[in-house]
């Protein structure tokens, strides 16, 4: 009996997926692998079942003689020991993710003259439905908000991109790239009140209220699944920051951190060239407190945000702090630098992980950019912030297309470096 294998990255099963069950059968024994949480992850939707359950689901249909773990991705431990004459798989290889298995499966079967069988992908209402559904039930507030606590446990780093609008949304919940033998996606998002601010024309200074900057969650909520950091600034007074973690939860939000300034908030990365005053200790515990108490889910986090090394203050203050706010119930510490190298962050991470295995440690890499996730999560680091490269990125491009307009006379010699017009009109899905 020739042996023949497919591979499932799903919580649902559909007339597609049986379609592709019922035509591998023919070939020979049919074997099914599922792929564990981590890897599901890294290039499809957040699982709303167990890797257990969703092995469970497979087991039970007709034709499939076993059902196995896939551990990776990439096909090469699984092609390699298990050597299936047939790999079968839906024809639907849309991305460049995609490709990149299809590329490996191509390769791993050609070392033995294995066969890969590509099926049409099912098109059809009932399909289309089920998707729609699965995708909406993951935006819903109670099934995102407690997101980010899950996340924390299934991959080594969160990573978590800057959003601050509908658009920039898209581009955090659909950028996949493939990465050597990984695929990779951004895992959350984070709205940022420099991104937020300047995005609206307006320093970073908490004008922009909290009505329009919940527009801005709003506007990001209604077109992607993935968990959203909100940057809280300093809270603001402690009795009302009460109601915005009421509201945030309401929305659907995971977490919100909010940092140890008083005063007039300006952006850290100023540093020490602007006067900014830290919160005392015993003030920013009983917001954080207050936070905590006014909390109604079980899942939404107060991440506490230190300013100790942006003021110059040093890493044993950082740590004092740090465990007055944990005591306080912080769910997370944010620990922030604008130094070019990592290294009082690692001291400081490195300090605290001593005495503090599980607390959740947040970072942003703006100015020590070089530093990679893998090093970060080696020093116990579990969220990694890019938290304003959109927005930098997008200011110069549309800039300079304003300036090439102007010294022309005319659009044409911009067009070159801009997206066709068949790309912007079709960019977004109708329902
Ligand atoms: C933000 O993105 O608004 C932040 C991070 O608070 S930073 O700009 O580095 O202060
Ligand atoms: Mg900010």
Redesign the pocket.
């Known amino acids: 009996m020739p042996k023949v294998y497919t591979c499932f990255c799903t919580d649902i099963i559909h007339e597609g997926h049986l379609n592709i069950i019922r035509e591998a059968e023919k070939l020979g024994e049919l074997t099914v692998g599922v792929l564990p949480d981590d890897q599901m992850i890294s290039y499809n939707r957040f699982p709303t079942k167990t890797t257990e359950e969703r092995m469970e689901m497979i087991r039970g249909i007709p034709g499939v003689k076993d059902v196995i773990e896939q551990k990776q991705i990439m096909y090469d431990e699984v092609v390699r020991e298990f050597r299936p004459d047939y790999i079968v798989h839906g024809d639907n290889w849309g991305d460049s993710a995609m490709q990149a298995i299809r590329a490996n499966i191509v390769k791993l079967l050609a070392e033995y003259g294995g066969q890969l069988v590509e099926i049409p992908y099912t098109h059809n209402e009932g399909v289309e439905k089920l998707d729609r559904q699965m995708r909406e039930k993951l935006a819903m507030p109670e099934f995102r908000r407690g997101r980010l606590h899950k996340l924390l446990n299934m991959v080594p780093v969160v990573k978590t991109l ?1 959003v601050h609008s509908g658009l920039t949304g898209l581009i955090a919940e659909k950028t996949i790239v493939a990465r050597g033998e990984k695929i990779s996606q951004f895992d959350a998002m ?1 709205i ?5 601010s300047t995005e609206k024309g307006k320093p ?1 200074i908490e004008l922009v209220d909290m009505t329009s900057r919940f527009r801005t969650i709003d506007d990001v909520l209604e077109v992607t699944t993935k968990p959203i950091i909100f ?1 809280g ?1 300093t809270g603001g007074l402690t009795e009302h920051f009460v109601y915005t973690v009421r509201s945030l939860e309401r929305m659907g939000v995971s977490a919100v951190i909010i ?1 140890d300034k008083t005063g007039l908030k300006k ?3 100023f540093g020490t060239q602007v006067e900014q005053t830290q919160d005392s200790i015993e003030n920013f515990c009983d917001k954080i407190a207050m936070g905590k108490k006014a909390q109604l889910s079980d899942d939404f986090m107060i991440i506490a945000r230190i300013e100790s090394l942006i003021l110059g203050k040093g890493v044993d203050d950082a740590l004092g702090r740090a465990r007055a706010y944990v005591k306080a119930g912080a769910d997370g510490i944010m620990i ?1 630098s ?1 130094q070019k190298t990592p290294d009082e962050i690692f001291e400081f991470c490195d300090a605290f992980r001593k005495d503090d295995p599980d607390t959740p440690i947040v970072v ?1 890499p ?1 100015t020590y950019d070089t530093v990679t996730e893998e090093e970060l999560g080696s020093h116990g680091i579990n969220i990694v ?1 890019y ?2 490269q959109l927005l930098r990125a997008a200011f110069p491009a549309m800039e300079s297309t304003a300036r090439c307009i102007l010294e022309n006379g005319r659009a044409h010699e911009a067009d070159s470096s801009l997206m066709s017009v068949h790309d912007i009109i079709t960019l977004i899905d109708e329902l």
């Open positions: 800057e984070w940022s009140s420099l991104c937020d970073d940057d600034d940092e952006n850290s990365l922030h604008r942003v703006t912030i938290a304003n």
